[in-house]
């Protein structure tokens, strides 16, 4: 062994171990780590735990409220979202009832002048095959003297019906509360 540390002859031995031995606790990782677990000092009082809190509960505080504000936020553009669909169905559904209204118009007049031109007989006895509303709203689109002729050829039944809905119709009463 003379062979390899001759170089270090004469120095003295302690501190150089004390050096190797300082290197060596400097390189081994954890050698002067704390334990994290173990229990808070005896020490710590009741209000430095306390100024602890309070120091974190402002902040805590805030962390809740933005995570909140977030929520908050997507919930908010969630319902922005679900407004902006019904609405685009109601002007869709407020377009098609335009679209069937106009039909029904033009419908109710072409069906209207078709028995205008019918002959009483006929007009009666096609009017009793039909819903008696739809019925009713035809007699009463017809001038007085062609509906009267069109009930007196209906069955005494029908022609009553059709009078009872054409007179409920005329009732200003009818669509209001039963007090």
């Not at 302690?14 to 050096?19: D, G, Q, V």
């Not at 190797?20 to 009082?45: C, I, K, N, S, Y």
């Not at 909140?68 to 922005?80: G, I, P």
């Not at 377009?95 to 205008?116: P, S």
């Amino acid at each position: 062994m003379t062979g390899h540390l001759d170089h270090l002859r004469g120095t003295p031995l302690r501190p150089l171990l004390a050096s190797v031995a300082g290197a060596l606790m400097l390189a081994m990782p954890g050698a002067f780590a704390q334990d994290v677990t173990a229990a808070p000092a005896e020490d710590a009082t009741a209000s430095e735990i306390e100024k602890f809190c309070t120091n974190i509960a402002d902040a805590a505080r805030d962390q809740r409220y933005l995570l909140q504000r977030k929520d908050l936020e997507a919930l908010q553009a969630s319902v922005d979202g679900r407004i902006a669909t019904l609405e685009k169905r109601r002007a869709e559904y407020e377009d098609w009832l335009k679209r069937r209204n106009d039909f029904l118009k033009q419908a109710e007049l072409g069906l209207v002048d078709i028995y205008k031109t019918m002959k009483p007989d006929a007009a009666a006895g096609k009017l009793e095959m039909v819903r008696p509303e739809i019925a009713a709203a035809i007699v009463m689109k017809l001038p007085p003297r062609q509906s009267s002729l069109i009930l007196s050829e209906m069955s005494d039944d029908k022609a009553a019906v059709l009078t009872n809905i054409i007179s409920s119709a005329s009732d200003p009463n009818t669509s209001k509360e039963p007090s």
